[in-house]
Structures are given as structure tokens and as C-alpha cells.
């Protein structure tokens, strides 16, 4: 079966995005939810009625600034069993991965653990996320993870997710490993990750532009 070459840039991007990009920006989430657990814990101490995450109420999350925004219908079978009865939720967050799940819509909260069930969209959700505040942070202040993160979400994945071949030229293709490639680097990474993960994409990139066969 011949392949287009718009067929062939689809395929090479996603290809870079999934098997490249994705478990770095997967461990990067994994390592920021494991923070957050910890320093939302300490904060959730600090309440005027002593909690931790595990054992938090009704009460505790209906008067706090930060947890009252949170998807407390994501965890615990909530919304199966309540529907949307919020004062009768097991409010308790056990993990990092269950608090994770209270950033996102409920579609996007069927992965079990910071490993391969966890996609490229929940991982740009919540790299994202920034109401009421953001999650993450990029130690350059010139450089801000959740508008490379949601830009990649609305003009990379959403296209390469929901394509029309016909949109994947060259000029295209280089846009959006651009794209992805400013989202690694508004992460800070460090130990040569960085360095690494853009020269394997740009790797791909040469393989998408390349006459030759990408195998």
C-alpha cells in the first residue's frame, strides 16, 4: 500500500510525539504530582481543623480556596454513587495519581498510574492547568509551561489527533515539532534530558522530511 507524504509526516510526528516526547513529559507530571501531594498535605495540616489529604471532609474542601476547585466526582467512585450529592463524596485523596484526576475533565481520568495509561492529553491538561493557580512552574521566568502546554494541546495533538492529511506539509510538520520542542524546553530539565529528548526529536523531524523510508 503506497503512503502520501503528508500520510508519512502524520505518522512520523506522531511516532517523535508518542514514543519521544510523551514519557519525558510523563515523568516530568509524575514528579510534580508527587510535590503537590506533599505540599498540599503540609498546607491541609495547617487548616484550622487539623486534616490530612486522606482523611478530608466535606467541610474542609467546601471552604478552602484551593481544594473547593478541585474534581472531587473523579475519585473514589463519587459520581457513580452520588451522582452529584458533593456533601456525601469520600473526599479523601490516597495518592498522587488520585489527585491528579482532580484536575481534568472525568473523560480524561481513566489511567491507573503515571505510566502508559496515562496519554498525551491528560498530560497537556495538566500541564496546563492554571486555575486557580498552576500546578507546575518553569524555572526560566521567560518561559511558561502552560502556554507551550495548551498550545501543543489546541494546534499540535488536537490536529495530529483529529487530521486531515491534506494540512500535513512540510511547513506544517515543522511547526509542530517547533511546538513540541518549546514545551521540553520550558520544562527545565536537567542531566542532559533536555539535550537528549531535542535531539531525538529532531531526529524525527529529518525522517519526516526525508524521501527515504522512516523504518
Known amino acids: 500500500m503506497m503512503v502520501s507524504d503528508e500520510e508519512k509526516r502524520w505518522l512520523v510526528f506522531g511516532l517523535a510525539?508518542?514514543?519521544?516526547?510523551?514519557?519525558?513529559?510523563?515523568?516530568?507530571?509524575?514528579?510534580?504530582?508527587?510535590?503537590?501531594?506533599?505540599?498540599?498535605?503540609?498546607?491541609?495540616?495547617?487548616?484550622?481543623?487539623?486534616?490530612?489529604?486522606?482523611?478530608l471532609t466535606y467541610g474542609h474542601v467546601a471552604t478552602d480556596a484551593v481544594l473547593k476547585h478541585l474534581k472531587f466526582q473523579n475519585i473514589n467512585n463519587n459520581l457513580l454513587l452520588h451522582a452529584r450529592n458533593k456533601s456525601l463524596y469520600n473526599h479523601g485523596i490516597h495518592s498522587a495519581v488520585d489527585l491528579a484526576k482532580l484536575y481534568l475533565p472525568e473523560y480524561l481520568t481513566r489511567f491507573s498510574g503515571f505510566d502508559e495509561s496515562l496519554d498525551i492529553s491528560a498530560i497537556l491538561r495538566l500541564l496546563g492547568f492554571c486555575n486557580p493557580a498552576p500546578i507546575f512552574s518553569s524555572p526560566n521566568p521567560l518561559l511558561c509551561i502552560q502556554s507551550a502546554a495548551n498550545d501543543v494541546r489546541e494546534n499540535v495533538r488536537n490536529k495530529w489527533g483529529h487530521c486531515n492529511f491534506n494540512e500535513w506539509s512540510e511547513v506544517f510538520l515543522k511547526y509542530c515539532f517547533a511546538k513540541l520542542k518549546s514545551l521540553i524546553r520550558s520544562l527545565g530539565l536537567t542531566d542532559g534530558t533536555e539535550r537528549t529528548t531535542l535531539d531525538q526529536l529532531n531526529d524525527w523531524e529529518t525522517k519526516g522530511t526525508s524521501t527515504r523510508s522512516i523504518v
Open 17 to 55: 510525539m508518542n514514543k519521544v516526547a510523551v514519557p519525558v513529559l510523563r515523568r516530568f507530571v509524575q514528579q510534580g504530582m508527587v510535590k503537590q501531594y506533599a505540599s498540599l498535605d503540609m498546607y491541609c495540616g495547617s487548616l484550622t481543623i487539623p486534616c490530612n489529604l486522606q482523611a
